[in-house]
């Protein structure tokens, strides 16, 4: 795929008429101006009630919908349990991206981050009581080397008492163990010549598998390949690691043993690698959902973990569908839905009844 | 009168190029870019930094308008013969980004002007810049992906 660089400068062929007899002959009607102080400080305050409140419902929806009491971890593999609430990234809104939280059923939808919380790739842990995920550390105009620097970071569920527990340009993806004591994540941390980068599906953003303590301690890198590993995911036993592996214009899922040995590959082709969840592994691990470019259209597909008997299960024209989420009793998958038109209603959630 | 015709004559093209890969609508970058100049030319001395000046209202302008209309497919889809296939599948994607991603993505990516600089022509701060630049290349590679043939 060509850089946005070469894209954008692909417009300086667009023909610009001239103007100037039309500028020096009308009559200047005025410029928008921007909302006054008043204005922004009576949105804010709108803002958090409204985060106030999300916060609340979350903890009240979490608590109900867990099978497990919120201190217990299990070595075990998970048993499926309630589906309870779904995190996900607005990226169409006209201010910004605020994370929201909706029910499986899509009602009782509620904003829990705001669109200037910036917050990507949440991660529940399996006890359903934290989230991780990437935050930003330091904007690029604080950094001595000019560029954002990210981080991994731990939260209880509704936001507060949110821990960092790493840094770098491009931290990304956290999963959790599936006992709660490890977090895997992909970075370039151990290449500091490596600036920001579009991490996921790019050939040039070389980010590797790292798997740390749940505190940030003992961070150990499980690969080490020029071709950019990331978005690692536990299998329910937490015995493997799942991640996708970007080579030339191919993304390639990859299995390995949670230790990092032992790689091999589940499916590869046009599998959409740059979204929040490239893929999902489904409850009892014995399969992977994602999402595939097939001539003409998208397609949900499932692979078995072995890498054998992969089908389509979902698509539809004219419409990208990503971001597949397996839910925790193995009922639905949940996805984005993104129609293709420049018309259309932006991306919307969706839920699919699990074959 | 003679810098602002002699800043069109140098900078139009690119700006108005600029505003139609934010707004996809010619008729819209067209008021938008004859406005601001036209506005700046009223204020003559008054504008310490015309050129900044120019670019910023013209943006204001165009973002104003694009709000009460969608951009045209058709007139994008008329720039095929123009630019190359991979601009087009770009021009076809930035209306499903935000304006602000929009705008950033645009004056950086397209006109060369850093963070801090963008900053200055959209009123915004530099970190938030950062942002908006972070997720719109995000969206635009889920976009951009969806496009090509498989």
Known sequence: ?355 | MAGLEDMYEEHGGKLWRALFLYAGDREITSEALAEAFAQALRRGDELRSPERWVWRSAFRIAGGRALETTAREDEILDTRYEVPEETTQLLLALPQLTRKQRVALVLHYFCDYSLREVAEITGSTPSAVGVHLHRGRKRLRELLLGDDDG
Request: proline share 9%; hydrophobic share 35%; charged share 20%.
């Open chain 1, 1 to 355: 795929m060509a850089d946005l660089k070469t894209r954008f400068r692909g417009a300086d062929g667009i023909p610009a008429p001239h103007l100037w007899a039309d500028i020096t002959s009308r009559e200047p009607r005025g410029v928008p101006s921007e909302p006054g102080p008043a204005r922004k400080i009576l949105v804010a305050a709108f803002a958090m009630v409204i985060v106030a409140a999300a916060i609340a419902f979350a903890i009240r929806a979490i608590g109900g919908g867990s099978s497990r009491p919120a201190s217990e971890t299990s070595p075990q593999p998970i048993a499926p349990k309630a589906n309870g609430l779904i995190y996900f990234q607005v990226s169409g809104g006209k201010d910004g991206s605020p994370t929201d939280a909706i029910q499986p059923d899509g009602s009782g939808r509620q904003e829990v981050f705001g669109p200037d919380k910036y917050i990507l790739h949440v991660a529940w842990s399996p006890d359903g009581t934290q989230i991780a995920y990437v935050g930003i550390v330091q904007y690029g105009k604080d950094s001595p080397d000019g560029q954002a620097h990210f981080g991994i970071f731990v939260a209880n569920a509704d936001g507060s008492g949110a821990r960092q527990l790493t840094e770098g340009v491009n931290e990304g993806w956290p999963s959790w163990s599936p006992d709660g004591t490890q977090i895997a994540f992909s970075s370039t941390r151990t290449d500091p010549t490596v600036r920001e980068c579009i991490s996921g599906g790019h050939a040039s953003c070389p980010t590797d598998i790292y798997v740390m303590n749940a505190d940030g301690s003992n961070i150990t890198r499980l690969t080490d390949d020029p071709a950019p590993e990331y978005a690692p995911a536990w299998s329910p036993d937490g015995s493997r690691i799942a991640f996708v592996r970007t080579v030339g214009d191919t993304n390639v899922i990859e299995v390995m043993e949670a230790d990092g040995k032992g790689v091999a590959p589940i499916a590869s082709g046009t599998i959409a690698g740059a979204g929040e969840h490239p893929f999902s592994w489904s409850p009892e691990g014995s399969q992977i959902v994602f999402a595939s470019r097939v001539p003409g259209s998208w397609e949900m597909r499932v692979v078995k973990a072995d890498g054998t008997g992969e089908h389509m299960i979902f698509t539809e024209d004219g419409v990208v569908s990503t971001d597949p989420i397996w839910s925790p009793d193995g009922s639905l998958i949940a996805f984005s839905s993104t129609p293709t038109r420049p018309d259309a209603d932006q991306t919307q959630m969706s839920a699919a009844i699990c074959p």
